[in-house]
């Protein structure tokens, strides 16, 4: 078995770190070519400045599909939450709910959804320490080219 140009495996984690860090270097400040880079994956008509016309107002962005199964987070989203890009990709924001989520918040969150139209709301969100945090979201649906919805984009702003 050859070596060249390898390295041992260390820990399971590596590959995480490493995309965690990658993650990171693609924040909020580099939305832009993030954004192309998916628009162009998913053939996204829906233009960056439409969809984030105000993100500099707003503390953490994250993109998911129509499932809203999380696929990519910026570095603000670990900086507000406390968990890492690794612990939310493939998983629903609805992980950050917890008991002081109010059922009036969520109900908010599937009407906004169901209208497939850009809206915001507020919601009662947890950090992964277990604080309790007043999340005011924005969510912008964003569609191909034959209209169909593909996935949503949530600029995130955490209010006192």
Known sequence: MSTTGSLPLIAGDFFLEHYHRLCQELNGKHLEEVYARFANNYSWV??????AEDY?????I????????VI???SGFTEMTGYNAYEIVGKQ???LHGPGTKDE?????????STNKPFAASITNYR????AYLCK??????????????????????VA
């Open 56 to 60: 500099n107002d707003y503390q953490a």
């Open 72 to 74: 990519w987070v910026d």
């Open 128 to 131: 992964k320490n277990g604080e």
């Open 93 to 95: 924001p609805t992980m």
């Open 137 to 158: 979201v924005k969510i912008v649906p964003l569609y191909n080219k034959e209209n169909n919805l593909t996935h949503y984009i949530a600029f995130e702003r955490e």
């Open 105 to 113: 918040e969520r109900s908010q969150f599937h009407k906004g959804l």
């Open 62 to 69: 994250i993109i998911s599909d129509n499932n809203n199964k």
């Open 46 to 51: 829906t233009p960056i400045e439409t969809a």
